[in-house]
């Protein structure tokens, strides 16, 4: 079996924004173990409206190219990292819909998370595993959460991920469960696959 592609999806598209630093991190610590291969995907590249389609691509594929586009690219992939923060007690509006764009392409794949900003993006996180189950992912247990203190303290004032290595647990955490799920998942896929062929 090859080795699954993670995607590590960024869930905000606004200037300034802290998701490309936590992607870079994750991204780095994911590939540095040699069982998976990552692939940061932004969803700036995927400039899609908000969910403005005849029906739900459950039934009919979106007439949207940058929402076409976006559905091959998750079709790709073996599993997500969704990086994301916390706005008003939730998800960014720009990853719900990225989410709502997509169906088929999510099915028996896992989710893991980061999460930053207040609570380390936890009520985010929260919203995002209903959102993945809905969508047939698996979501993992184990993730990560970039609190207050630390949020800040990269985000202004000038520390990294270096100064944080309290973080590294829960990373390694995280990506050992989303190792397995992703490999007991496309095994599972593969052999459906096999079978229906």
């Known amino acids: 079996m090859s080795k699954p592609r993670i995607g590590i999806v960024i869930s905000t598209t606004r200037e300034g924004r802290f998701g490309d630093k936590a992607a870079a991190w994750i991204a780095g610590l994911a590939a540095a173990r040699g069982d998976m291969e990552?692939?940061?995907?932004?969803?700036?590249?995927?400039?899609?409206?908000?969910?403005?389609?005849?029906?739900?691509?459950?039934?009919?594929?979106?007439?949207?190219?940058?929402?076409?586009?976006?559905?091959?690219?998750v079709d790709e992939l073996d599993g997500f990292i969704f990086v994301t923060a916390e706005y008003n007690h939730g998800p960014p509006a720009v990853l719900k819909n990225a989410l709502d764009?997509?169906?088929?392409?999510?099915?028996?794949?896992?989710?893991a998370f980061v999460g930053y900003g207040g609570v380390g993006g936890a009520r985010a996180v929260e919203q995002l595993r209903l959102v993945a189950v809905e969508?047939?992912?698996?979501?993992?247990?184990?993730?990560?959460?970039?609190?207050?203190?630390?949020?800040?303290?990269m985000f202004i004032q000038g520390k990294t991920f270096a100064d944080m290595p309290h973080l590294d647990p829960t990373a390694a955490a995280l990506l050992d469960e989303l190792a397995w799920w992703t490999h007991a998942l496309k095994a599972a896929r593969e052999t459906t696959t096999a079978k229906a062929a």
Not at 51 to 72: K, L, T
């Open 101 to 111: 764009y997509a169906y088929k392409e999510f099915n028996r794949k896992p989710a």
């Open 38 to 73: 990552v692939e940061i995907v932004d969803l700036r590249e995927y400039p899609m409206p908000f969910f403005d389609e005849p029906g739900s691509p459950f039934y009919v594929p979106p007439r949207n190219e940058a929402a076409r586009r976006w559905g091959r690219k």
């Open 135 to 153: 969508l047939q992912m698996a979501p993992t247990k184990a993730a990560v959460h970039i609190g207050g203190a630390d949020f800040i303290g």
